[in-house]
């Protein structure tokens, strides 16, 4: 919080608030897919962080675009950027899907 010293309590308390908010957008924003990591593991990660970045009315919407930009799978990426109308509970059942099927071998 550089260039503005905190007047009081409240202020120094408002000045963490928002650098801690910020911080955890932060990690919920970069939050991607590990390797290894199972779908429902990962779903589970976003709805945690997204708990305390104050999203509000919001929050759905983005998890489902973190858990889109955040998959490994480009394939299934790619399908469920196709969709026009595409909620948080269809993309967790096509990328669940997606993940049933078996490997293509050449």
């Not at 930009?69 to 059942?93: F, H, K, P, S, Y």
Request: with cysteine; charged share 30%.
């Amino acid at each position: 919080m550089r260039g503005r010293l905190p007047r009081n309590e409240g202020d120094t308390l408002s000045m963490w608030v928002t650098w801690y908010v910020c911080m955890i957008r932060y990690q919920f924003f970069t939050r991607n897919q590990s390797e290894g990591e199972g779908i429902d593991s990962f779903i589970t990660e976003l709805r945690n962080r997204a708990k305390d970045c104050e999203f509000g009315t919001l929050t759905e919407s983005l998890v489902k675009d973190r858990l889109i930009c955040g998959l490994r799978d480009d394939n299934v990426r790619r399908r469920l950027l196709r969709v026009d109308t595409l909620t948080l509970e269809q993309a967790i059942n096509n990328v669940r899907a997606g993940q049933m099927k078996l490997p293509q071998f050449s």
